[in-house]
């Protein structure tokens, strides 16, 4: 069965300080793995995406790690904002339906502190 | 901004009644996802239109429809709304990238069912 699983399930950190998200899958075939940032009530905006060959990626203070053997991926966020305060989610795209059929985590409720 | 619009923002209902949520692609974009997302959850994949045919479709009654039109914009319809169908409603075009589809998300339509 394809799942993609998140932890933490919540966080809460100071302003200012470091986090490390995890994303465990088992979507398979695997075609590619997105980060999105969703604000409550508002739709997914996506963060980073990558392929089966990619290992690492960065978008400013969001870095993605992916280590496709065996099926983990990390976001880092670096120095966080008091608008990094949102839902992470992360998303798997399977390579068997022709369009690309998405599978989401639940989301790391990501709280920032002053 | 995505490019990706929805309406209504919100919108109340009561059990039984039947309601219909529209969606506005991104210009040049031939795919439409539709996801339902509750409180604290992950978003959950309802169906996909690919050129006005439904393309795929989770685990959902035949009570939601959908529709795409020439244009590319949809609808997602629910007949005998339940309680349970309260969630925020999220719809998402794709473009093709290499390695897969990126879907943008519109801002989403928060039901509520009373």
């Known amino acids: 069965k394809n799942q993609v699983e998140q932890s933490p399930q919540s966080l809460i950190i100071l302003e200012g300080k470091n986090c490390t998200l995890q994303c465990n899958y088992t979507v398979s075939p695997f075609s590619n793995l997105r980060w999105y940032k969703q604000d409550t009530g508002r739709g997914p905006v996506s963060l980073t995406i990558?392929?089966?060959?990619?290992n690492t990626k960065s978008n400013g203070r969001y870095t993605a790690t992916l280590d496709a053997d065996t099926k983990q991926s990390s976001l880092h966020i670096t120095a966080s904002q008091l608008s990094d305060s949102a839902s992470y989610i992360c998303v798997v795209t399977d390579r068997g339906s022709t369009l690309g059929r998405l599978y989401f985590g639940r989301g790391t409720q990501l709280t920032v502190w002053p | 901004e995505t490019g990706v619009t929805q309406s209504p923002t919100h919108l109340i209902k009561t059990r039984g009644q039947q309601v219909t949520l529209r969606c506005s692609s991104q210009s040049g974009h031939n795919t439409v996802s539709w996801y339902q997302q509750a409180l604290g959850q992950g978003p959950q994949f309802i169906f996909q239109?690919?050129?006005?045919?439904?393309?795929g479709r989770g685990n959902f009654p035949p009570r939601f429809s959908g529709l795409q039109f020439p244009n590319y914009s949809s609808e997602l319809n629910v007949n005998a709304l339940e309680l349970d169908d309260s969630a925020l409603y999220l719809c998402?075009?794709?473009?093709?990238?290499?390695?897969?589809?990126?879907?943008?998300f519109g801002p989403g339509t928060r039901l509520t069912v009373l």
């Open positions: 998402a075009s794709s473009l093709r990238l290499a390695g897969g589809y990126e879907q943008f």
């Open positions: 990558m392929t089966f060959s990619e």
């Open positions: 239109y690919y050129r006005e045919e439904e393309n």
